[in-house]
């Protein structure tokens, strides 16, 4: 899950195209990745660390991507691990509360994936620049 992350990360020129990326590796691993998250706290050290590294490379090209687009101003100047969290957050959530917005055997990132997506950049996206 971590190499495809970064191979697709790579191609990324700009958050929204990053973040429709880490969709499509997360719906690819969903079942995987949302047992992973759920279960966390309860795992050996081991999957812990596999975990963590995870999350670093997602963090680390995130980071990249993001910084490069608050320069622009395309994106508000916000503390990147905040604009980070807040996306992971978002997709915990329903990935954790899957019962919730989808059926048994329903993707929920292919239900609501785009809708997470849009959702978020528009809470992200620097207006001045939108409008512009």
């Not at 309860?42 to 490069?68: C, G, M």
């Not at 905040?82 to 929920?108: A, P, Q, R, T």
């Amino acid at each position: 899950m971590g190499s495809s992350l970064h191979i697709l990360a790579k191609k990324c020129d700009s958050v929204e195209n990053l973040l429709k990326e880490h969709l499509k590796v997360l719906k690819e691993y969903e079942t995987f990745y949302s047992r992973l998250i759920s279960e966390k706290n309860r795992l050996p050290n081991e999957a812990k660390n596999t975990f963590a590294i995870i999350q670093s490379t997602v963090a680390f090209h995130f980071s990249s991507v993001i910084e490069r687009e608050i320069e622009k101003g395309m994106v508000k100047k916000l503390p990147v691990h905040m604009l980070f969290n807040i996306w992971l957050g978002l997709v915990h959530y329903y990935l954790l509360n899957k019962d919730f917005f989808s059926d048994s055997n329903e993707s929920v990132i292919k239900r609501y994936g785009s809708e997470l997506l849009s959702t978020y950049l528009n809470l992200i996206k620097n207006e001045r620049k939108v409008y512009e």
